[in-house]
């Protein structure tokens, strides 16, 4: 539990600084319209800074999860051979208690040689965390694809190059993110099979135990000091971001028409033409908007100025600057406490 | 996220069920004396009291450890298709809000389509709680083992007997809860694997996730109800327990005579005496008292008496009975906090 | 061991469809020039032949793997309680072997009661062919991405399109394929857990057993059947895959024009060059060409038409078409033998 | 690949120790005669001639799978940046032909950047070697219990002792093998999971596998290893084993009188007779054999010397011994192949 608790301390510092690339990522793009992309599709636009706040407040959520566990559930652990603290005589508890004092570690109820509640615990919020990072590095290798260009990691001297290809700039933190989130997966299985343990002391389980929850810890904070790098260095093009969304002809705008079209010939109307619009667009390979233009039915309901406020991204975002807010502001409060 | 909650309450009543019939074990048994078993070898003197309570500690962790996901994690998911709730115009925020009132689900900060903090939490933690029970199985199986026979699980019509084999009982409860338990681990896995979802809604890490966190629920409460059912009924032959400690000719109270003789000329040389006695026992098949007795370094320092009192296994307990007590005090207030 | 000699005869028909398919769309697109991809970053040029000759071979070797498995190692498994066939006197192996001979299965050694290699080997099978699958799917859905598009899944009435955003097309066969692996990944852990087993019958491990291959049979079989039924029908965009490969103006044969050079300058000489060529195009936004026309060193040593030879994507594929005709080949041999 | 043939090399010559160790104490325990136990209960005697001749042939089957895949799956990789060779321009096929023949290792047919084909089944393959290992570990671990007592780990200097439990003799070898099984079943999850690998060069998967690979060899050897010195110095205490039987006051012979009436009254009569005495038996803890002699029903139909003969655990082993003899003749003959 010493080792744990050193551990969570590393943790805690690096998911800080997590937290605080997210923030000011999410804060400088609050408005900056880009993609939204749902099985890898262009859905809808939102803003690079909405995700980013997503990103923001899962770290967030790890945290005060590891917090807590750090606090009040890294407890001593004594009990003698079989629990009883028999060869203390009547003096058990009161040494329990003054070594929990001692390093600084909760006190136990009872010693818990084989209730893992603890370890498993430990071991399962190391994956929560870890899958958190993979998500984060999973977008970001995601918008530096070669195709799509949106972010690039940091170029860093001797990463991210190949020898024999010069033109690649690969997100090598990124990707060594995954394979440690990979790796903690692994291991929370193996705390997970551990947690049975028989009678007073396991055959086999607690032994797997205590290189299962060092190898967790180690992976889990390389993969949080990776994703820290990469989101403190990262480059957005918000240039490319937006030509992205507009290489679509406008097809990424089909609900925003489809809502304008409703608010005049009822929703159901308002489908069917969008639809059918949308399948002449990608028919014919000719932009949506024009599509709408020549389009009688929609020209009957909606003015050239109206379809071009329905077609613009920027304009239907929803709530997406009052979420951006929403998770900034949860951020500061849940910093502040924490100072 | 309603599933869950529903599942949580089944859940919830359940082990509540599990801890009050672990109270009742370790309240009727706080001293009844059994040998203290690690790496499946006799090593010290305890009570079945303590077991139970070691198991009902356990349980009383899970059970608050769900609660609390159940009161705070389980919120409303509410976005749209990218999380921007852009159909709603201005008013998503509210909406979103109302929602989580109406269905009785805690609100959310963003909609988090790809943020899956919540679901790997409400995984991990059934996770936990079937390891705690899958550690109760597997001490009922062992301890009802032919040759051990300390407990037997509950007889009922139609369950645990054989069709060939009329003399078997068997510990079918606890089997089919450890099976339980290691069908909820393979959900956990495929949930962890799951936590890193594409951008605003993955391609196939989101439709893993129903089928998973479903059937790691059904079958976590299956487990639970499986232990439930077992303790509640459980015999427990407390005769057999002390003729089991009895069997190995004092031999597990090494560790007692060894600290009344340290008290005398030193625990170094006490180990010594005693490792020595201990294998001229296990060699000669003599029991322990007659190879102490019969030792004049041992004679010269302990009385008969003495050495009869090193030997009680009932005046090795150390602090067990006031750990029972620990056990129980915690959860009488936890169920007075809970009612 | 029936349910997995059909299970098995299941998988051996629809793995023949993807074999089948992928053959056909590596024939078809032999030398379909695009980007391969490595990090997800355009590296070099491949062809889509290739890459579908690259799933052909992954799907056969699962393929003769199930096909051995279901040959030799699906046996009968008869041994009465414990393995000794005692009910049935001397007659017992007599028994068996006839009991195999009705059943269709191979003969047991001995009976297998708790010897669980052949349900491991087939759960960790299954998991292969899973992982197949699951490669596959990957590449179509990073291949079907808006920014991407060099192929889509075959569009079905009421699949993949979306009532809100009508101009979807997700891959959805692919993101269900993807969801079916991660089930069979959970399950194979529960199989590997599982494998050891108590004396003569687990008490727990092996009633968890039963659920877990017929889980990982059923979505495996989803898996295969699913990705059989995308590449039947995939589109593939040849012209796309060209545009895609172009619009990194013509960085992606950096390492081309480098061996091009390298032959007149020596290596390095050329990696120098040709690396800070790269440089000056990714700074100015300038294409590749015209900063090595404009760059004496290179004119020096390359004509205008030696360059656009270097430069030509499909001058560099190396050994591309030759794999493609020994996947083919490999393919044609093992589909002659099966019959 | 290079690492993967050393390290089965090393397994090959470890399972070889673990096979020659079963082998004999199958040839020497023959017709010894122990319980067999299924949930753990006794059910039926046995031998541990057929119980080590269990452990030997799972063993021989993955010793057998992993040397077909030492011959002919570890193959060179070999393909440059995205497996078209291109830099070799038309010489690639034939480089890496000459490679493999280099390197010893078998031909490619594709360079498999991301078939992870062969990976994966190392990996599966390691686990399923593991699981056997973990099977046998646990047997000796519950058959070392203090109350069961029939077999010891050796004894080793400064192993398996404890210094303030001087009396434990602790199964440590085996206890060690089983965390080493636990450790290898996370690392097959981690290959598992990276099977799906991104077009031609995976982001993150790929980095994730080569330490999951070295770790699962390290972990399974270890497992070998040590599962080899344990069945090498195993004691076995023979007297114990038909203690233990007898304990049971013959209950365990259940089936056998059931099958010895059978044949006189029909086997539905007989099981409900023995059922009867079974529960007299039980309830009021007079000897099986007492019960049934004073049961009319009983004594019409089998004399005294009928019923002892029917009690006795000896003459009712069925096909066991037949079958340690088809075990070791299979030994023989996979052994002398492998010369």
Not at 173 to 185: D, E, H, K, P, W
Not at 193 to 198: D, I, K, M, N, R
């Amino acid at each position: 539990m010493l080792v744990a608790r050193d551990g969570a301390d590393l943790l805690l510092a690096d998911l800080d600084r997590v937290a605080a690339a997210c923030a000011a990522l999410a804060d400088k793009h609050r408005s900056t319209v880009m993609a939204g992309r749902t099985l890898l599709q262009q859905a809808l636009p939102t803003t690079f800074g909405l995700k980013a706040a997503g990103w923001l407040l899962a770290t967030l959520e790890g945290h005060r999860l590891l917090l807590e566990l750090r606090k009040s559930r890294l407890s001593v652990q004594f009990g003698g051979a079989t629990g009883t603290l028999a060869a203390l005589g009547d003096r058990g508890l009161e040494v329990a208690r003054n070594l929990a004092t001692e390093l600084g570690l909760a006190k136990q109820v009872l010693p818990w040689h084989t209730n893992r509640t603890r370890v498993t615990e430990l071991g399962l919020l190391l994956g929560l965390v870890a899958g958190t990072m993979g998500k984060i590095a999973l977008d970001v290798v995601l918008l530096s694809q070669s195709e799509v260009a949106e972010v690039a990691e940091p170029a860093m001297a001797g990463r991210g190059g190949s020898s024999t290809l010069p033109h690649k700039r690969n997100p090598v933190g990124s990707a060594l993110a995954r394979a440690c989130v990979q790796g903690v997966n692994g291991q929370v299985g193996v705390l997970l099979a551990a947690a049975a343990q028989e009678q007073e002391r396991a055959a086999g389980a607690w032994q797997a135990e205590a290189p299962a929850v060092s190898e967790a810890l180690r992976l889990t904070s390389g993969a949080v000091a990776l994703v820290a790098e990469v989101l403190e260095g990262l480059t957005v093009d918000a240039a490319r971001m937006r030509a992205n969304l507009d290489a679509g002809g406008g097809l990424v705008m089909s609900e925003s028409v489809m809502m304008a079209l409703a608010s005049k010939i009822g929703r159901l109307a308002a489908h069917d033409l969008v639809e059918q619009a949308v399948r002449s667009a990608a028919a014919a390979k000719i932009p949506f908007r024009e599509i709408l233009l020549a389009d009688p039915a929609v020209s009957e309901q909606l003015s050239a100025a109206e379809l071009d406020a329905a077609l613009d991204p920027g304009a239907y975002l929803g709530s997406a600057l009052a979420l951006v807010d929403e998770a900034l502001s949860r951020y500061e409060s849940e910093r502040r406490q924490g100072e």
